[in-house]
DNA sequence: GTTGTGACTACCA
DNA sequence: ATGGTAGCCACAA
């Protein structure tokens, strides 16, 4: 029988791209989602950065709500002064996601 | 194989 | 609360 062995090519076309998209599409609008926890939801714990990586790289007219997508500690994490800082503000406040101080609640608004 | 990088996190001072 | 950091995992060169 055959060995397993690492597809060359690579996102786009793997499992994980896929499930990472699927679980982002989720996401109930007026809600936010961590990196990390869409990772798990996914089934792949660990990989927040690997999520931060498939966002990176979303086509322009991708439906996938981006937007809902922050870190941890609560906050946007693309630098303050970016044109993409705001934008992702604007959106979720939008939506009516509450923001004080740069800070959205996880605790009520998390997915 | 090694190295640098990142839309990340948990932990600690 | 806030800033620094070691750990993490995947990707690209």
Known sequence: MA???SS???HRHDERYQAILDTLAQIPQGYVC??????KRAGFKGQARYVGFVLK???????IPWHRVINAAG????PIDSDKY???IRRLRGE???IRNGKIKLN???W
């Open 8 to 10: 060359p090519t690579r």
């Open 57 to 63: 790289h979303l086509p322009e007219d991708s439906s």
């Open 86 to 88: 705001r934008e992702q």
């Open 75 to 78: 906050r946007v994490s693309f």
């Open 96 to 98: 009516g996601v509450p």
């Open 3 to 5: 060995v397993c062995v």
């Open 108 to 110: 009520t608004h998390m």
């Open 34 to 39: 961590t990196y990390g926890e869409i990772a």
